[in-house]
Structures are given as C-alpha cells and as structure tokens.
C-alpha cells in the first residue's frame, strides 16, 4: 500500500513540473533551417570571436575575445536539444556550463555571451541552430558491469 501511494504522489508531482500551463514550451515549434546558411551566419555573426566549433575554421593568428574559446559541438552523454540550443543564443545565462571558468562570466555570473536579440532575426537563429545541432554526438555513458560482481560474490559464497 505505501508503495502504491508514493508511485502515485511521485506521477502527480512528475506531471505537474512537467508544466502544461501557459508558461510551458509545449507546442512551440520553429520551421526547418538551413544549416549551410547557419555556418555562414555563425562566421557574420562573429561567433567566431567566442567560440569554436567543427567545420569553421579560423586563420592562426585569430584572437578570440575570451582567454580560452567556448568549444560548441562535441561528445556528451545526453542529448543537446533543438530547444537548449535556441535557448543558449537568445538567452546564454539561462544555463551555464560548469565548464565556464569564472573569466568567461561577469562578476554577477552571467554569461559574457553579446546579447544578439535586437540583431539577428528568427531566420538567422533557426539557421545557425541548425548548422550547430548536428554537431552534437550522443556517446552513451559506461554502466557498471554487474556480472563481475555477480561473480565474485559467487565465488566468495562457493568458499565460505
């Protein structure tokens, strides 16, 4: 019985921070962009100033406006979704990597990310997100191996 009483107060409590109230980004949507007009964007634009990212190069001798660039793309064990992208250009202190060394943040803690609102267009956001999305790998983390454990314990127990 308490078993089914805490399932049930955990659905009720999972549904309701799933927010479907007027502040939720259920049924938000953007059109398809185009990922080759993305990447010359992501140069206009001079992301380049702050970031790296696969498939743009730089000449040697640029000098990124932080001490150490903010690498985009890569390898992570969840997956960067279409909304956290758009989130992270039109809002880059909504969640800071803990990657960030505190000299890429304002002393508030904010991100040092330009605020583009006011320059770039909704075209030109959902172009550059589509040229960064794909650069984002999935790499599925390392579980435990639990048949290992599983054998020793039967090892030890076959002694005693």
């Known amino acids: ?80 979704t279409y909304g956290e992208l758009v989130t992270s250009v039109i809002n880059p202190s909504h969640k800071l990597s803990r990657r960030y060394p505190v000299s890429q943040t304002t002393e508030g803690g904010k991100s040092r990310m330009r605020d583009m609102n006011d320059i770039m267009t909704v075209a030109d956001l959902i172009d550059i997100v589509a040229f960064l999305q794909p650069k984002y790998e999935v790499v599925p983390y390392r579980t435990t191996e639990y048949r290992l454990y599983e054998l020793r314990n039967t090892q030890r127990e076959a002694k005693d």
């Open 1 to 80: 019985m308490k078993k089914q009483l805490l399932l049930a107060v955990c659905t009720s409590v999972g549904l309701t921070a799933c927010g479907f109230g007027p502040e939720s980004p259920r049924g938000f949507s953007l059109p398809e962009g185009d990922a080759q007009a993305g990447k010359a964007l992501f140069a206009e634009y001079r992301c380049t100033d702050c970031h790296t990212v696969e498939g743009i190069t730089v000449p040697a001798d640029h000098n990124y406006v932080m001490p150490k660039p903010v690498s985009l793309g890569g390898s992570s064990s969840r997956v960067t």
